[in-house]
C-alpha cells in the first residue's frame, strides 16, 4: 500500500543544517555507523519513445547530504556502468531544486516523489544496498527518467485551470477573497503538476499515443487529446476544480469546470483509493477536494436534469 510506504518524506521531515548539527555537550547522543565510500545506484534506462527498457548500475563516491539529483550528476560526470562500460549519460529533468516545480519526479526505491528532495542519507538508512531510480509509470517515456506529462496539462485545459481576466485591467477591483475561501485556496495552491497523485491511482492509467506515419503536428494533437479527454482526469486536476470555482472571479465560469468534470474521464472515474493523497509531496488534501467537487458535480448533474 502507498500509504504504507516508509519511503515516504515530507520535507519538514528532512535535517534541518542548523538545527540539526549534533551537540557535543549531549550525553545522550549515540555514535552513527560509518557512512560508505561509494553508493550503488540501478537506473531504469529506455533509449527513446516506445524502446524496451533496462537496468544499467553504477557506483558513485559517497558524500554527506548529497540529494538524489547530485547522485545523478556524478553519474552523468563518469557516464560509466559498474563493470567499467562507457555510455550515454542518464537523462532526467529538474528546475526549481527547491521542490516548487515537479519536473524531477520519478519513482526512487519504489516511490514516486521528487529526485532534488529526496537525500541519500535518508534513503540508504531505509535500503542500505542501495538506490534504484525508474521513470514515472503512468507516462510515455521519452528518454531514460524523462517523461512526457502533455495529458496531465491537457487535463488542465480542459477544466480551464485559470481566471478569464484578460481586459479587466480597466473595470475597477475585483471581488474580495474571503477569509474562507483563502483558507480553502492556499493549500490547493500548491499544485505543482508533478503527477505523484495519478502515478499512484489505480484509476489512472498509461496512455501511449504513437505517431503516425505522415501526420502533421496539429493531426497528431487533435488525436491525441481526444485519447487523453476519454480517460480519467485525474485527482489534482478535480482538487483545480475546486481551487478556481472557489474564487470570486473564477466561479463566473465555474459552470464550464462543472461540465469538464462530469464529462467522460471526469470525477465519476475516482474509485476513492486513497492512494493520491498519501503520495502528495505538498499535502494537498485530495480527497477532501474529491469529496468537494463531487457534490458540486451532484448538485450541478440535477439541475441539469430538472431544467430539461
Ligand atoms: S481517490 Fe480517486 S483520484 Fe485518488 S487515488 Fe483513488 S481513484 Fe485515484
Ligand atoms: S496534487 Fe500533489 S501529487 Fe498531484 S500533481 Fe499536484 S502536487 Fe503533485
Ligand atoms: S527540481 Fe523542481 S521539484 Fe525538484
Redesign the pocket.
Known amino acids: 500500500m502507498w500509504s504504507e510506504c516508509p519511503m515516504h518524506r515530507h520535507w519538514t521531515d528532512f535535517p534541518n543544517p542548523v538545527f540539526s548539527k549534533p551537540n557535543p555537550m549531549d550525553a545522550t547522543s549515540t555514535p552513527k555507523s560509518s557512512p560508505p565510500r561509494t553508493i550503488t545506484v540501478r537506473v531504469l534506462r529506455q533509449d527513446g519513445p516506445g524502446q524496451q527498457s533496462y537496468w544499467e548500475t553504477y557506483r558513485v563516491p559517497y558524500e554527506p547530504e548529497m540529494n538524489v539529483v547530485s547522485v545523478l550528476q556524478k553519474i552523468a560526470a563518469q557516464a560509466q556502468t559498474v563493470d567499467g562500460r562507457s555510455v550515454a549519460p542518464v537523462a532526467w529533468e529538474c528546475n526549481c531544486l527547491e521542490e516548487v516545480c515537479?519536473s524531477c519526479?520519478m519513482v526512487i526505491n519504489g516511490r514516486v516523489r521528487q529526485a532534488c528532495t529526496a537525500l541519500v542519507d535518508r534513503l540508504l538508512e531505509d535500503r542500505p544496498e542501495g538506490i534504484e531510480l525508474a521513470p514515472m509509470t503512468k507516462f510515455p517515456v521519452f528518454r531514460d527518467l524523462v517523461v512526457d506529462r502533455s495529458r496531465?496539462f491537457r487535463a488542465l485545459q480542459k477544466i480551464r485551470a485559470w481566471l478569464p481576466v484578460d481586459g479587466y485591467y480597466d473595470m475597477g477591483r475585483g471581488p474580495l477573497v474571503s477569509r474562507e475561501e483563502q483558507e480553502i485556496a492556499y493549500p490547493l495552491s500548491?499544485?505543482?503538476?508533478?503527477?505523484?497523485?495519478?502515478d499512484a491511482c489505480p484509476q489512472y492509467n498509461k496512455i501511449d499515443v504513437p505517431r503516425r506515419a505522415g501526420e502533421t503536428d496539429a493531426e497528431y494533437q487533435t488525436r491525441r487529446d481526444a485519447e487523453f479527454d476519454r480517460n480519467f482526469i485525474?485527482?489534482?486536476a478535480v482538487?483545480q476544480v475546486v481551487l478556481f470555482n472557489t474564487h470570486p472571479t473564477g466561479r463566473h465560469t465555474g459552470l464550464e469546470r462543472l461540465e469538464a468534470l462530469i464529462a467522460e474521464g471526469g470525477i465519476q472515474n475516482c474509485g476513492n483509493a486513497q492512494n493520491?493523497v498519501a503520495?502528495?509531496?505538498?499535502e494537498?488534501p485530495?480527497t477532501t477536494s474529491i469529496g468537494m467537487a463531487g457534490r458540486a458535480a451532484t448538485i450541478h448533474s440535477l439541475k441539469r436534469w430538472f431544467d430539461r
Open positions: 515537479g519526479t496531465m500548491m499544485c505543482m503538476t508533478c503527477g505523484c497523485c495519478v485525474g485527482a489534482f482538487s493520491c503520495v502528495c509531496p505538498k494537498i485530495l
